[in-house]
Antibody
Framework: QVQLEQSGAEVRKPGASVKVSCKVSGYKLSELHMHWVRQAPGRSLEWMGSFDPEHGETHYAEKLQGRLTMTEDTAADAAYMELNGLRSEDTAIYYC????????????WGHGTLVTASS | DIQLTQSPSFLSASVGDRVTITCRAGQGISSYLAWYQQEPGKAPKLLIHGASTLQSGVPSRFSGSGSGTEFTLTISSLQPEDFATYYCQQLSSYPRTFGQGTKLQIK
């Protein structure tokens, strides 16, 4: 059974950085496509970025380019999402998601991490 | 970017009803469409991938159809636990856009 366990809620001042972790169990991280999705209060889901291990490529949402970094520690089966230069509009629940099917579906989801950017 | 437009945005229905949600893509995406269900306060859950393939463990009252630019999610007989928000997502190209969501409420 694949599980994604995320780190706890974070509060940061505008301009600061935040790093959220996602620990994978039940599957090898190196064989999963990892994704990050966020959801601002009362809003729809917003795709942030994806890592394709087969091609070694990371894709980021254009609006987050330059502020978002996705990394992995395959030895620890943990993925990380770091967002710099936080703004109030970055306040959201951040989800890690993963999959391994040919469609690229987001099969497994973490429980979400609330990140609040507020002075 | 490929835009996805869901309709309706809100839907009121009763237990036992048959409901259909539509997702239209701004350009052809073959069958690279997934549907997710999100209950309040919870992470999304994959229901359907490849436009019409039911994810393992999802009840058979859920079904998906379509290809190209028009897709539908149908729930054949609503159960109390189905009242949630539903999202479509295209997996044809980056960015992996989501629809704006359809909130299914009890009438």
């Amino acid at each position: 059974q694949v599980q994604l366990e995320q780190s706890g809620a974070e509060v940061r001042k505008p301009g600061a950085s935040v790093k959220v972790s996602c620990k994978v169990s039940g599957y090898k991280l190196s064989e999963l496509h990892m994704h990050w999705v966020r959801q601002a209060p009362g809003r729809s889901l917003e795709w942030m970025g994806s890592f394709d291990p087969e091609h070694g490529e990371t894709h980021y949402a254009e609006k987050l380019q330059g502020r978002l970094t996705m990394t992995e520690d395959t030895a620890a089966d943990a993925a990380y999402m770091e967002l710099n230069g936080l703004r109030s509009e970055d306040t959201a629940i951040y989800y890690c998601a993963a999959g391994h099917d040919s469609w690229g579906s987001f099969i497994y989801w973490g429980h979400g991490t609330l990140v609040t950017a507020s002075s | 970017d490929i835009q996805l437009t869901q309709s309706p945005s809100f839907l009121s229905a009763s237990v036992g009803d048959r409901v259909t949600i539509t997702c239209r893509a701004g350009q052809g995406i073959s069958s690279y469409l997934a549907w997710y269900q999100q209950e309040p306060g919870k992470a999304p859950k994959l229901l359907i991938h490849g436009a019409s393939t039911l994810q393992s463990g999802v009840p058979s009252r859920f079904s998906g159809s379509g290809s190209g630019t028009e897709f539908t999610l149908t729930i054949s007989s609503l159960q109390p636990e189905d009242f949630a928000t539903y999202y479509c997502q295209q997996l044809s190209s980056y960015p992996r856009t989501f629809g704006q969501g359809t909130k299914l409420q009890i009438k």
